[in-house]
C-alpha cells in the first residue's frame, strides 16, 4: 500500500493552522472493523514519537491543538495553532496491510 | 522507566551480516511484538519487520524479505534482527520500536536508534 502526503514541506506562522493529507492506494479498514492509520513526528536528531493512532486517538501527553481525522483512503492531520515545538517531519502510517508503510513524510517549519 | 536500546550497528561491507539487538526494559516485552523501522541519510521512515509477542509470527519488507530474518528471547527481554546478504541500500538508522492502540492498552516506545553503514 502506498502512502503519498503532501504537502511536502510546509511553512507555517506560529499560531496558525497547519494541516496534512495523507491517501492510502488501498482502503485501511481492518477486517475487525478499526482502521490502522498512525501519525508520527520526528524532530531533528530524534527517535520518531507516535501521536495520533487508528486515525482520531491521540497518543498520552499529546497537546489537544492535534487532531486526526479521516476514513478510507483520505486521511488529514490538523495542528490548530503551531508552536515552536511542532517543528519536524511528520509521518503517516498504515498498519491494515502488510507490509506496512509510511508515507514519505511533511517537514514542518516555522516561517 | 521504559527503555528500549538497540546495538549492534556498525560497518559492513556488501554482502556480509550484521546482527542487531534491542533491549527492553520497563514493560512487558514479552506481550507485545517489536518491529524494526529505519532511516536511511537524508531519508523517511521505512518500515522493515515485525515479529509477534511469541515469535510466532514475522513480517518483513519486501526490501529485506529473504535476506533479514527476526528472533526474540523473551526470557532476555531482548530482539533481534540478523542481516545477511547486506547492501549498500541497507545503510541506515535502525529502530526497534514497540506500540499498542488496541484492548485498552496504548504505548508507543521507540529505541535511540543503531546506525548500520554498509561499504566496501
Known amino acids: 500500500v502506498v502512502m503519498t502526503q503532501s504537502p511536502l514541506s510546509l511553512p507555517v506562522t506560529l499560531g496558525q493552522p497547519a494541516s496534512i493529507s495523507c491517501r492510502s492506494s488501498?482502503?485501511?479498514?481492518?477486517?475487525?472493523?478499526?482502521?490502522?492509520l498512525s501519525w508520527f513526528h520526528q524532530r531533528p536528531g530524534q527517535s520518531p514519537r507516535r501521536l495520533i493512532y487508528?486515525?482520531?486517538n491521540r497518543d498520552s501527553g499529546v497537546p489537544d491543538r492535534f487532531t486526526g481525522s479521516g476514513s478510507g483512503t483520505d486521511f488529514t492531520l490538523r495542528i490548530s495553532r503551531v508552536e515552536a515545538e511542532d517543528v519536524g517531519v511528520y509521518y503517516c502510517?498504515?498498519?491494515?496491510?502488510?507490509?506496512?508503510?509510511f508515507g514519505g513524510g511533511t517537514k514542518v517549519e516555522i516561517k | 522507566q521504559v527503555q528500549l536500546v538497540e546495538s549492534g550497528g556498525g560497518v559492513a561491507q556488501p554482502g556480509r551480516s550484521l546482527r542487531l539487538s534491542c533491549a527492553a526494559s520497563?514493560?512487558?516485552?514479552?506481550?507485545?511484538?517489536v518491529h524494526w523501522v529505519r532511516q536511511a541519510p537524508g531519508k523517511g521512515l521505512e518500515w522493515v519487520a515485525v515479529?509477534?509477542?511469541?515469535?510466532?509470527?514475522?513480517y518483513f519488507a519486501d526490501s529485506v524479505k529473504g535476506r533479514f530474518t527476526l528472533s526474540r528471547d523473551n526470557s532476555k527481554n531482548t530482539a533481534f534482527l540478523q542481516m545477511n546478504r547486506l547492501t549498500l541500500a541497507d545503510t541506515a538508522v535502525y529502530y526497534c520500536?514497540?506500540?499498542?492502540?488496541?484492548?485498552?492498552?496504548?504505548?508507543?516506545?521507540w529505541g535511540q536508534g543503531t546506525l548500520v553503514i554498509v561499504s566496501s
Open positions: 520497563g514493560f512487558t516485552f514479552s506481550s507485545y511484538g
Open positions: 520500536h514497540s506500540e499498542s492502540g488496541s484492548s485498552g492498552v496504548v504505548f508507543d516506545y
Open positions: 487508528r486515525v482520531s
Open positions: 515479529i509477534s509477542f511469541d515469535g510466532s509470527k514475522v
Open positions: 502510517m498504515q498498519g491494515t496491510h502488510w507490509p506496512l508503510t
Open positions: 488501498q482502503g485501511l479498514v481492518y477486517s475487525d472493523g478499526d482502521t490502522y
